[in-house]
């Protein structure tokens, strides 16, 4: 019974002109992000440079986010996600006073003036001078100046600011940077072929891009089955068949997961093969499987909880709520990843992000809470899937009938 609702469903989804949008969408995100990817060439000695990598040299973090901190006060205002959103925070005087006195603590830069001339000083001089220094504005620290009283003022001005912003705890150091010597770049690059066989690397880089849209777009595509029978005025016609609601709503949610997974793994057909040319004629042994298990360890899961939301809450509420719902997670999750973009830092967004091919290190480090962020993503998807099924099977018995009235207990001219 399953296996017949199975492939039926799909025949379904495929009939769907959301189903076909959403792949639509991921066509246009691919061609768009990583349509002309180019694979990456090993690093030639004399290079001009060689990219940039995070650092933890306590010196270049208290530089980098001094810089940041008298840049942000001389514009008058202040970056922030306290909740992942961006937020634009001007203080009044009296903050803004205090963020001053913070800076002359840390810098013995006093007043405005000096600051701008601080300022003005390092970008007329054309930035950065030294192999130790970022891209951007850096500030000598005082030289008594201990990294335990940074910290301490650093976690003074996030809590003018209201939390979130480059000073505290969660974020601070993010901006420190420093370019990568010949020999780095060199070993990020055997990591790629040795470690990652070339195609760990691009595979992580297709997933990045790949998530921010499989974390929403698939809500759409649930919402809309769900509310079709209801639409085509067949939904007393489905509760009246043999199959169990367990059969009714599994087979439904799995179908649209492969019409979705195979979807992604067409895509993934694209810079796989790019990378298999490349390999070949350069000598290089790849994992061909490598793009099958990050479309299933790292998208899927998204996929599946994003389903799940979208069926749950469009059972439960008949109505389309789910898009809200899922769409404000979506949001918060997207920001909330602005500062983990190079990947190792996980945590539990629903969008995991890896925007490189490289730092296969961070990959490793940060492995085990990426497992466990997609495997808690994936049973919770599980959860909502059997809630689905027990508010599904308690229509067809005449209760839980929406329809303006919530968990009324009324029987059912349909019930079975």
Not at 307 to 318: A, H, I, N, R
Request: glycine letters at 8%; proline letters at 2%.
């Amino acid at each position: 019974m399953f296996g017949q609702l199975f492939i039926k469903e799909c025949r379904q989804t495929l009939k769907s002109l959301i189903f076909w949008l959403i792949v639509l969408g991921l066509l246009l995100n691919f061609s768009t992000q990583l349509g002309k990817m180019e694979i990456m060439d090993a690093p030639v000695k004399g290079q001009e440079e060689y990219g940039y990598h995070a650092t933890t040299d306590k010196e270049v973090i208290m530089e980098s986010t001094l810089g940041a901190l008298a840049e942000e006060y001389y514009r008058g205002n202040y970056a922030a996600y306290p909740i992942g959103f961006y937020k634009n925070v001007t203080l009044n005087k009296k903050e803004n006073s205090r963020i001053e006195e913070i800076i002359e603590e840390t810098t013995g830069l006093s007043g405005t003036e000096e600051i701008e001339k601080a300022i003005d000083s390092w970008y007329a001089e054309g930035g950065p001078k030294t192999e130790q220094m970022t891209g951007s504005l850096m500030l000598e620290p005082e030289e008594d100046l201990t990294y335990e009283q940074f910290i301490e003022l650093m976690d003074e001005a996030d809590g003018i600011i209201g939390g979130g912003s480059k000073y505290g705890d969660g974020y601070r150091g993010t901006n420190a940077q420093v370019p990568m010597t010949y020999e780095e770049a060199l070993e990020e690059y055997r990591f790629l072929i040795e470690k990652d066989k070339l195609t760990g690397g691009y595979a992580r880089l297709f997933s990045d891009y790949m998530v921010i849209f499989l974390s929403i777009l698939p809500v759409f595509l649930a919402v809309t089955r769900s509310l079709r029978d209801r639409r085509a005025k067949i939904q007393e016609l489905i509760y009246t068949r043999r199959a169990s609601s367990f059969v009714v709503v599994s087979s439904r949610y799995f179908a649209m997961l492969a019409m979705l997974a195979v979807s992604v793994l067409a895509l993934s057909a694209i810079p796989l093969m790019q990378c298999v040319k490349y390999g070949s004629s350069a000598g290089i042994s790849v994992d061909i499987f490598a793009f099958v298990k990050y479309t299933f360890g790292w998208l899927m899961p998204a996929v599946m909880i994003t389903l799940s939301v979208g069926m749950f809450l469009t059972e439960l509420t008949d109505t389309a709520v789910a898009v809200l719902v899922q769409g404000a997670w979506w949001f918060v999750s997207i920001f909330a990843g602005v500062n983990s973009l190079k990947g190792g830092m996980y945590g539990w967004n629903l969008a995991p992000r890896h925007n490189t091919e490289l730092n296969w290190k961070g990959y490793q480090d940060g492995f085990s809470q990426l497992a466990a962020n997609r495997i808690f993503y994936a049973a919770l998807s599980m959860v909502l899937l059997a809630f689905t099924v027990f508010i599904y099977s308690q229509k067809r018995k005449g209760r839980l009938v929406i329809r303006g009235k919530i968990l009324a207990d009324r029987k059912n001219k349909f019930k079975v």
